[in-house]
């Protein structure tokens, strides 16, 4: 018990410096950010993040997805493997792992307090930052022998952009935070592209043409070798079910005997390299290969890690919280959508998977994200709202929620915490449809709804802690 006092105090302190994760949007500004202060920090610690080779990886959407398949081929390749990502699912220490383990509580306890002094001495840094640099300096005293960070916010100023890394990757772009990046693609891309290094190699997943334009510019300028997925390694999906879905990835140079492949039916001498995976959703399919992608470069650059050992990782890959089916009788799912572009997919993955299935839809998201746009995605499949507010100081009020619900034709219910949202959307979800939701879409039919938590990251953990709380057989 008094170890986890600790540790609550020194999240209590960490938090206690500026972390614009939790600030209202009308409270910080991109003149904060500042990257020569995170060198300096860096430089104080001895440039822990030298000791090792980094793939660093940038993007609106699937970036977490792609450091956590990387992370896994690169474990089954024998490296001792650090794995960097924010935000956390369910606690703080999630953020800084090596070969799949969190650091513990009483590591980062001791990490902090050795910083302190440095921390208190008015350096003006941010709760990121902080945490940044305490992932650089655990993985090197731990001795890892390769490492992926994601970066937190855009690219060009984030924390993690001091590092230079093996290869850079940049996943899907679309619209998300827009007061610090930009409202246009073009700008939105151009932060990311700030990851891209003079002469470092760059993969980059399909872009719409305005971000794709932006990021071949950029790589351009600093002499960047620019490898693009779909163009210069090609993919196709096969067979998808609730335990995972299966790929196929060759590169350019091999398109004639890929379609040779293709004709004969997928038989013959060449075959592309097969890879499962256990996440779910065609977005999945786009990062496996964008991953795969970024291994195979790495590999040219001397980090030794074969195809097998990427089919292995990756056939073992663990990120939930993404369209991750929590039970299937009754059907609870979560995800982390928080965005229209993410909302979109989400809507598509259920079509896939659960085709015509009704929704009753957990939603709970941050004041500054597209609500409206995530609606009028979700909304054509979902058949009643339960509106909640998840535990972030940025949070929506369920009313308000459920005011945007009507306008989108549908019935919604407040909750004033997720606990409560879960045991209300569990009771929707027996029972017969409202008459509203009949009656603007009466394709979604009466009782056994799938009741699916989306909305914001936070949302998504407070559901599925509650859900495993109260089934704790099913808990990993």
């Known amino acids: 018990m008094e170890s986890e006092s600790r540790y609550q105090q020194t999240l209590e302190y960490l ?44 993007g609106t959407k699937g970036k977490g997805s792609v450091s956590a398949l990387c992370a896994a081929a690169l474990h089954q390749a024998g490296y001792k493997v650090g794995l960097y990502t924010s935000p956390h699912l369910q606690d703080y220490n999630e ?43 655990y993985f090197a005293r731990q001795g890892v022998t390769a490492a992926i960070f994601e970066v937190g916010l855009g690219g060009r100023l984030d924390a993690t ?44 997943s399909p872009q719409k043409k305005e971000a794709a334009l932006a990021l071949e510019q950029v790589a351009r300028e600093r002499d960047a070798p620019l490898i693009q997925v779909g163009q210069d390694i090609l993919y196709a999906p096969g067979e998808h079910s609730l335990q995972g879905q299966s790929l196929v990835v060759w590169p350019a140079s091999q398109q004639v005997q890929a379609d040779a492949y293709f004709d004969a039916g997928k038989a013959g001498e060449w075959e592309p390299l097969r890879l499962n995976i256990p996440l779910l959703g065609h977005h999945q399919i786009e990062n496996a290969a964008t991953a795969f992608t970024a291994l195979s470069v790495a590999r040219r650059r001397g980090l030794a890690v074969s195809d097998s050992a990427i089919q292995a990782g990756f056939a073992r890959v663990c990120w939930p919280g993404r369209f991750e089916i929590l039970s299937e009788n009754p059907l609870v799912v979560v995800d982390s959508a928080h965005n229209r572009d993410s909302a979109l997919k989400l809507r598509l993955a259920l079509d896939d998977y659960f085709p015509g299935k009704p929704v009753v839809l957990i939603f709970g998201a941050s004041e500054d994200k597209d609500i409206e746009g995530m609606f009028a995605e979700l909304m054509p499949r979902v058949r009643q709202v339960v509106a909640t507010r998840s535990y972030h100081p940025r949070a929506m009020e369920p009313q ?64 599925r802690d509650t859900w495993l709380k109260q089934q704790p057989h099913k808990a990993e």
């Open 15 to 58: 938090y206690g410096f500026v972390d614009y994760s939790l600030t209202h949007a009308d409270r910080y500004s991109p003149e904060k950010f500042d990257l020569a202060r995170m060198r300096t920090f860096a430089a104080h610690l001895g440039n822990p993040h030298t000791a090792y080779p980094i793939i660093h990886v940038a």
């Open 95 to 137: 953020r800084i792992q090596v070969d799949g383990q969190p650091i513990p509580h009483a590591a980062l306890n001791d990490l902090v307090d050795e910083l302190r002094p440095y921390l208190d001495s008015g350096t003006e840094l941010t709760t990121f930052e902080i945490t940044t640099a305490l992932a650089f300096l």
């Open 161 to 204: 952009n001091i590092i230079t890394p093996l290869v850079s990757v940049i996943t899907s772009i679309s619209y998300d935070h827009t007061q610090f990046l930009g409202n246009t693609l073009t700008a939105i891309a151009g932060e990311k592209a700030g990851i891209i290094k003079p002469g470092v190699p760059v993969v980059i």
């Open 400 to 463: 308000a929620l459920v005011e945007i619900a009507h306008r989108h034709g549908r019935p919604a219910v407040v909750t004033q915490s997720v606990e409560e949202a879960l045991e209300r959307a569990l009771e929707l979800a027996r029972e017969p449809a409202q008459d509203q939701a009949q009656e603007h879409a009466p394709h979604l039919g009466g009782g056994n709804a799938l009741v699916l938590a989306a909305g914001s990251i936070f949302v998504a953990a407070g559901v």
